[in-house]
């Protein structure tokens, strides 16, 4: 199989598509062919990533409906069709930890990054998707939707649950219309935004790491390829899925010694 054409002609929104898993999975996507369309809310970056794999930058607010409104819709006119919908934009800022002392205005803030986005984008998509009768909608969900943490981030974790919850709804409720909605669930990621979080909190870090039976953190381009096979004809059974790619840290009792 080539893999350099199991995407090609398809157009992919990539929101956060600036960095990290985003930016990993934008590069996997045009080097398997597709054109790619980074959505992000900073602009030189998302310039800098969108001539890095020769595709276009959109700028959104994914927390915004008519922002984000604006931005399928007009790829969806301008390129004339919306194949793939990766809704991977997110934050995990350092005021939401403990429910202890998480305010509101974090939680608030992270639910409408993380979870509000979600639905905005993955209802704009499915108005272009369900006439056309076909696409796929990879929204970014993680462990933590599945297992609890002692070292809580109480909005992220709930917000992720909420994501992992409507991809299920909305993968069962279109699969009849040709369009599959799957989560992807990733394990800790070596990204930029981990790094600053446990750079800050060495400690911390380890208690994390300690749990995962791969004994590392992932690598951002390990979840981008586990992206390209939802959003390609190979996963063409696969919907309404928890997708998890977390090296073993959910199914972990004790790890390896």
């Known amino acids: 199989m080539d893999l350099t054409k199991r995407l090609a002609d398809r157009v992919a929104i990539v ?9 990993a999975t934008a590069r996997r996507f045009a080097a398997e062919g597709a054109r790619v369309v980074i959505a992000d809310v900073d602009p030189a970056s998302g310039e800098r990533a969108a001539a890095e794999v020769d595709g276009l930058f959109r700028p959104v607010d994914v927390a915004d409906e008519a922002s984000v409104n604006q931005l399928f819709d007009s790829v969806a006119g301008d390129l004339g ?7 991977n934009a997110g934050i995990s800022p350092a005021d939401d930890d403990s429910i202890e002392t998480t305010e509101l205005p974090a939680w608030d803030r992270v639910q409408d990054v993380n979870l509000k986005s979600v639905y905005l984008c993955s209802r704009a998509a499915l108005r272009h998707m369900v006439p056309a009768g076909h696409g796929s909608i990879i929204n970014t969900a993680s462990f933590v939707a599945l297992l609890g943490s002692a070292t809580s981030q109480i909005s992220y ?16 409720q279109f699969a009849r219309q040709g369009i599959r909605v799957n989560a992807l669930c990733p394990g800790p990621v070596n990204t930029p935004l981990l790094r600053e979080l446990f750079a800050k909190d060495p400690e911390r870090a380890q208690r994390r790491l300690i749990h995962v039976p791969m004994g590392r953190f992932a690598e951002p381009e390990e979840m981008a390829a586990a992206v390209a096979f939802l959003a390609s004809d190979d996963a063409s059974f696969i919907t309404a899925t928890a997708f998890v790619v977390d090296g073993g840290i959910t199914n972990a009792y004790v790890t390896p010694l």
């Open 81 to 87: 069709r919306l194949d793939i919908a990766f809704n």
């Open 15 to 23: 929101t956060g598509g600036a960095s990290g898993i985003g930016l």
């Open 157 to 172: 974790t709930a917000s992720k649950g909420g994501v992992l919850a409507l991809t299920r709804e909305l993968g069962v």
